[in-house]
């Protein structure tokens, strides 16, 4: 597998729109050769499903402070205001579909071989599995489980179940919580083994709508990079990721992604 091994430093060489064409075709070949690809996403892949992100104007903590929901101590302080949030983002997910750019993840799983391929995304809106995806890793938990916190019981619940302000466990009548990873708290051990392997197997590492700061899920860009993998960024622009990143292609991942994977 051939590697451009000098690292593109997007901040000092900004790519303009119309060098998109040029990035893409220059990909193209390289992931045609791959023999494994590795896909870390964000929440910029589901943006044109109509998911909001979390990050910048108009995101999910732009008017909500991440210490009053998504924290373990903000659920002890008053699970009442953390469940109505997260409930809210279950019932978003209603009228949220796949978009291109899911689909295109899937056909490229579906050409690989699931063997050959891994999906290691930090959502947690099942958009990639909703599209067909199967070796999909949820770095960051799902909006579709719920799970005691006494117990440690994990039920699927879907988004279109409407769940009470306070839901609790049928086996033990504790409180649920989201089966989600908040701040503070530690991935999956499994999960999270399982990514870094996958990156580390990597010889083409997509990486997609993500403003790669949260770690651990950010750390797997390096890992891969060392491993030798050639790392391809898609996002409206350059992030802290772009130090790694071989080729840039920015633009919206529901048009990137189809163009991409079709050629
Ligand atoms: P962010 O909101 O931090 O970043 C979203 C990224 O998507 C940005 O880099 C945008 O430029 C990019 N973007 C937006 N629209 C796009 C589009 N149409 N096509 C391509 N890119 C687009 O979201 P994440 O990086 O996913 O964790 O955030 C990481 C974690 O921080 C989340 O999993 C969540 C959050 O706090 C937890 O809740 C534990």
């Known amino acids: 597998m051939s590697s451009r091994r000098t690292p593109y430093n997007a ?27 590795g896909v870390l996403t964000g929440a910029g892949v589901s943006a044109e499903s109509g998911i909001a992100t979390f990050r910048g104007s108009g995101g999910l903590w732009e008017g909500q402070r991440v210490e009053d929901v998504a924290t373990p101590q903000a659920f002890r302080r008053d699970p009442g205001l953390v469940w109505r949030f997260y409930n809210q983002r279950r019932a978003s997910l ?24 891994a999906l290691i995304t930090q ?5 990639h599995r909703a599209a067909g995806s199967r070796h999909v890793l949820e770095l960051h938990g799902s909006l579709a489980r719920v799970r005691c916190q006494e117990c440690g019981e994990v039920k699927y619940r879907p988004a279109n179940e409407d ?11 504790d409180l649920l ?3 989600i990873v908040w701040f503070e708290e530690a991935l999956p051990e499994d999960v999270w083994t399982e990514a870094a392997d996958c990156a580390a197997r990597s ?10 700061v949260v770690y651990p899920a950010a750390r797997l860009v390096p890992i891969a990079k060392a491993a030798g993998a050639v790392i391809i960024e898609v996002n409206l622009a350059p992030t802290e990721a772009s130090y790694w990143v071989d080729i840039g292609l920015y633009g919206p991942s529901g048009e990137v992604l189809p163009k991409l994977i079709a050629l």
């Open 11 to 37: 901040r000092m060489h900004p790519v303009v729109h119309n060098q998109l064409d040029e990035a893409i075709d220059q990909a193209v070949p390289i992931l045609q050769r791959a023999h494994y690809v």
């Open 94 to 117: 209603r009228t949220s579909q796949p978009n291109p750019g899911h689909h295109a993840l899937y056909r490229l799983e579906a050409r690989l071989g699931s063997d050959r391929f």
């Open 123 to 127: 959502n947690v809106d099942g958009l």
């Open 163 to 173: 769940l009470p302000p306070l839901p609790r466990c049928d086996r033990c009548s």
């Open 177 to 179: 919580r989201p089966d």
């Open 203 to 212: 010889d083409v590492f997509l990486v997609v709508g993500t403003s790669a």
